[in-house]
């Protein structure tokens, strides 16, 4: 049902969109939506004019938890900008050059409006160069850092920013979370060339360098790709995205994207919204008939459709096709290689150690 609340968000996207709201368990409904940290999106879909007549009157039951999803999620959402205004003119008056990445980015380029998407922090990404000093302003300004913890020494910390993509902290007073990014991936062999970065009024609030729409897209694809697209979230940011796109425009994305990583997960991630969410697919592409492509789309659906309101780490062999699928995206060996070295130390020392 969440799926065809979804997919028939616009006129023509599917084919069957009529909801049976009588079979509804509203308590599984709602444990799924925060599972998959879609409870505003769907809440704003179910609320939305656009809408209303392909479906019958919802229950009045949960009108007032639908608009509390909405407050919410306007209310998280308005917080972040809030942050990610201050946490960015704090650095650029410092000279350091932060992208922002993810979160109010989406709801820029998918949605035109804050409020639909669940935010849970900020992601910005510098020079590794600038992460000392980007560091330092934080944890002077209320943030504590907890990925590294923050009383590791200069040599684990130095470890860290090698092996890692990014660091995490915490603002003691509000309990939002940031991360500062050096790179895109834990696996520096994943959008490893020079950046192409747009300035862009968002939403007409703040004034900041963001990815480039189609470098947004491909990188938006891999995020979603690493995890294996466990939540609907992940794929419904796609989904949102590539509606925009004319056909030719995904086929032109598929066949010009530079990275073999990020090609492959734009065709996991569009057949994925193929089978879920009805999206029209290019004719003629090859990367859909590709067997690795096919079979880590197939992984992806497993760890997205099962399972209920649990997380894949509580399932059997959940975060096993999740680590699986990753090989299955490229077989260039400098990749292959350092994704083997992080599994090996992730099932060593696990994720917050070094």
């Not at 466990?230 to 530079?258: C, G, I, M, N």
Request: proline share 5%.
């Amino acid at each position: 049902m969440i799926l065809g609340v979804l997919s028939s968000s616009q006129p023509g996207i599917s084919d069957n969109p009529d909801i049976d709201w009588p079979d509804v368990d509203w308590n599984e409904f709602f444990q799924l939506l925060r599972r998959h940290r879609i409870t505003g999106l769907v809440a704003n879909l179910l609320q939305s004019p656009a809408g209303e007549h392909k479906r019958p009157p919802l229950p009045k039951e949960i009108i007032p938890a639908l608009a509390e999803a909405q407050r919410q999620s306007l209310a998280r959402e308005m917080a972040a900008l809030v942050e990610a205004r201050t946490l960015i003119d704090l650095f650029e008056d410092k000279g350091l050059a932060p992208i922002l990445l993810k979160g109010l980015t989406l709801s820029h380029d998918a949605f035109g409006r804050i409020g639909w998407r669940n935010n849970y922090d900020t992601d910005i990404l510098l020079r590794p160069d600038e992460i000392l000093l980007a560091d330092r302003l934080l944890r002077e300004r209320n943030y504590s850092r907890f990925e590294p913890a923050e009383d590791a020494n200069d040599q684990k910390w130095a470890l860290w920013r090698r092996r890692r993509k990014d660091a995490a902290y915490r603002n003691q007073k509000s309990g939002s979370i940031v991360e500062l990014h050096w790179r895109l991936f834990d696996n520096p062999a994943i959008l490893a060339g020079s950046l192409r970065t747009r300035k862009a009024d968002l939403l007409g609030n703040l004034c900041c360098t963001m990815l480039e729409p189609d470098v947004n897209f491909a990188y938006i694809c891999c995020h979603g790709s690493q995890h294996a697209f466990s939540r609907l979230k992940w794929l419904a940011d796609v989904y949102f995205l590539a509606r925009k796109k004319s056909e030719a425009e995904l086929a032109a994305l598929l066949e010009t994207t530079p990275d073999p990583y990020a090609r492959a997960a734009m065709a996991q991630a569009l057949l994925l919204c193929s089978k879920l969410f009805g999206l029209s697919l290019p004719s003629d592409t090859l990367m859909f008939d590709k067997t690795n492509i096919r079979l880590a789309a197939w992984m992806a659906d497993k760890t997205l459709t099962r399972g209920g309101s649990r997380e894949i780490e509580t399932l059997p062999f959940g975060a096993t096709l999740k680590t699986l699928s990753h090989y299955l995206m490229s077989a260039a060996p400098d990749y292959l290689a350092r994704e083997a070295l992080f599994d090996a130390r992730e099932k060593l020392h696990g994720r917050t150690t070094i």
